[in-house]
């Protein structure tokens, strides 16, 4: 769990600090009121510890703040004024609960343990499990089948961050943000050996599953077991429906099979999109009442403007949203009633009757499943077929098996002239050549030039039992992706083959910030960019726009044209108007696609656009663009000083 204390005073930072750090709190510290605020308004903190006394901007004042800005996090004061007044007004505005100081730690920490049991619902006491794993995250207690686990703060927090976000797959810099202070300055690899430590203690406690997968090319999640023992009952009925007509659909085409790991990632995805779709309908029931006070008035004659804007901008949403999350046609129809209510239309004869109808269209639709053909469930983990030439059959079968499971299909061409005609019949996404082949005289140097002059869309990996420097150097001068050693592990040739073919070693760490008003589309567009391994950071209050901006730092800013208070175009305008932020890359959604919108959004400074609703392969593909031309634009620039 993440603190942020908000104390001057150094002694009683690192005093603090380092027993909140003892019982396994990810702690970061601001030292005045106005850092506190930009941190707590841009990440997400479990619990704030909040001095009264503080410089820029007092504690009660912020408190204040971040109750009026609807922050909801838990929030304990520590204040040296004991006196009644002081302690009623700091409730008043806003704090949970306060300790005097000078006060006992173990005290504070019992009281921080409570907050946290009464804070966020997801952050309860309910005990985590995971096969006969359990973690009490009150006592951050860790048994194994009844037996007690011994493990560091930061394995202790690793495997809480698992447990508790089961689908998601983080990336290496994404656990350094979370599990590490702001104050230290580990390298990637720190990761990497405390989860290896993890492990290995799961192993020594009797654990035969390994508990984290490794998602070759973006980071590590936690491994789904055969039984869902999550206790989400609702989850796992969505998923076993969902299986059970798969099979059935399967059966009746008279090709019985079980389904594979692709497919269950691929239900997993659908179940939260129902979730997400949940949230949006009970959020619609809302969004009905303010048109139906719009028809009212219409009808009467006497439609009030303000009412008019703000049905307006629901329609608006609803365009955006509907279409992410599945139901394309509802986004027609919310578009067609964003029409009828702009200024010029909605007095014309009929407006009302025609809202009328398209509303009771749009209850409709609401209540029928997603469509089949949705483009946010888009297998994000397709078969990426690799041709392996290579006439050692042993090594090309340890790949095989490797590979099982994890997104690539494996084709072996035992000759150059066999693997020519492979190539001919259906072109693979990337090759691994050996150099040497026992039976012939030709070898992979002159295959490898051949591919390179004739199909250069398709990357070459050699991989060779031999390590001579004369090779490396005739490969590099022919321009191939890589050169591998034949003694690596299969696992580590199929990770360097996912980045060769992701080619986002670098873009797929990058961070997003993603602007608009829509809560839903905010957090559909995170569930589709976080599997690729983006820190994604989002932000419905358009005024918060440049703090959260600063704090963040993107790569990569997505921006809503039409927003309340500063439309996106705004927004553009003062980051091209920032020296610091002239090159960042700019991508706007957009519900019109009229020629005059997009002029301003590329007058405003604009990169690309993508139109809603959003289609998932476009916007990664227009992402994943933008960031590359970025980097080969940095390189440039290195290389020319």
């Not at 961050?161 to 810099?173: A, C, G, H, T, V």
Request: charged share 25%; aromatic share 4%.
């Amino acid at each position: 769990m993440k603190i942020l204390l908000v104390e001057d005073d150094t002694i009683t930072v690192n005093l603090l600090a380092k027993s909140l750090n003892s019982h396994n709190y990810n702690v970061n510290t601001a030292a005045d009121g106005e850092t506190a605020l930009q941190l707590a308004q841009a990440y997400d903190y479990d619990l704030i510890v909040l001095d009264v006394l503080i410089p820029k901007l007092d504690g009660i004042s912020l408190c204040r703040k971040l109750r009026s800005s609807g922050c909801q996090m838990p929030i304990l004061l520590l204040t040296a004024l004991d006196s009644r007044s002081n302690l009623v007004e700091g409730l008043e505005a806003g704090a949970d609960d306060y300790v005097v100081k000078p006060f006992n730690i173990e005290e504070l920490i019992a009281r921080i343990r409570a907050l946290l049991r009464r804070g966020k619902a997801s952050l309860s006491s309910t005990i985590l499990r995971w096969e006969k794993l359990q973690v009490n995250p009150d006592t951050t207690e860790v048994t194994y089948a009844e037996k007690l686990l011994h493990l560091t703060p930061k394995e202790y927090n690793l495997l809480e961050l698992f447990l508790r976000n089961p689908r998601r797959i983080f990336s290496r810099s994404a656990m350094l943000d979370r599990i590490w202070s702001a104050g230290e300055f580990p390298q990637e690899e720190a990761v990497t050996a405390h989860i290896k430590g993890l492990r290995h203690k799961l192993k020594a406690a009797g654990m035969t599953v390994d508990l984290v997968e490794t998602v070759y090319g973006l980071g590590y999640r936690l491994k789904s077991l055969p039984e869902d023992m999550d206790g989400q009952k609702v989850a796992r009925e969505t998923l076993e429906t969902a299986k059970s007509q798969q099979i059935l659909s399967v059966e009746s085409s008279g090709q019985s099979r079980e389904l594979n790991n692709d497919d269950e990632r691929r239900l997993k995805v659908l179940t939260v999109v129902a979730e997400i779709r949940g949230k949006l309908r009970a959020n619609f029931i809302e969004k009905v009442a303010i048109f139906d006070r719009a028809i009212g008035q219409l009808k009467t004659g006497n439609l009030d403007d303000e009412l008019r804007r703000e049905s307006q901008s629901q329609a608006h949403k609803l365009v955006g949203s509907l279409g992410t999350l599945g139901l394309p046609k509802g986004s027609e129809v919310a578009r067609k009633i964003e029409h009828l209510l702009k200024a010029e239309n909605v007095l014309k004869p009929g407006t009302a009757e025609k809202i009328q109808e398209f509303l009771d269209l749009l209850k409709q639709i609401f209540d029928r499943p997603p469509e089949p053909e949705s483009n946010l469930v888009t297998d994000i983990s397709q078969q990426r077929r690799v041709l392996i030439v290579d006439d050692d059959t042993l090594g090309s079968d340890r790949l095989k098996t490797a590979a099982s499971g994890s997104g690539f299909e494996i084709e072996v061409a035992k000759s150059p002239q066999a693997a020519r005609i492979a190539i001919s019949q259906q072109p693979p996404d990337a090759i691994l050549l050996d150099l040497t082949f026992s039976r012939i005289q030709e070898n992979g140097l002159a295959l490898l030039a051949e591919l390179l002059r004739e199909k250069p869309e398709i990357p070459v990996m050699v991989f060779s039992g031999h390590n001579q420097l004369s090779d490396r150097i005739e490969v590099a001068r022919l321009g191939a992706s890589g050169f591998l050693h034949k003694s690596l592990p299969p696992a580590d040739i199929l990770k360097a083959v996912a980045q060769l073919l992701d080619r986002t070693g670098s873009a797929a760490e990058a961070k997003v910030m993603v602007v608009d008003d829509d809560v839903h589309l905010l957090a559909a567009l995170k569930m589709i960019l976080q599997p690729w391994g983006f820190q994604v950071t989002t932000l419905d209050r358009p005024e918060n726009f440049w703090e959260v901006l600063e704090i963040t730092c993107p790569d990569l800013l997505i921006l809503d044209v039409e927003m309340p208070g500063y439309s996106g175009i705004e927004l553009c305008l003062t980051v091209r108007n920032d020296v610091r932020w002239s090159k960042l890359p700019v991508l706007f959604l957009t519900a019109h696609s009229e020629s005059e919108t997009v002029r301003q959004m590329f007058v405003a400074g604009a990169d690309d656009y993508v139109n809603k609703p959003i289609v998932e392969p476009e916007l990664i593909a227009r992402i994943l663009n933008r960031l590359e031309r970025t980097q080969l634009r940095h390189r440039l620039a290195q290389t020319q000083r």
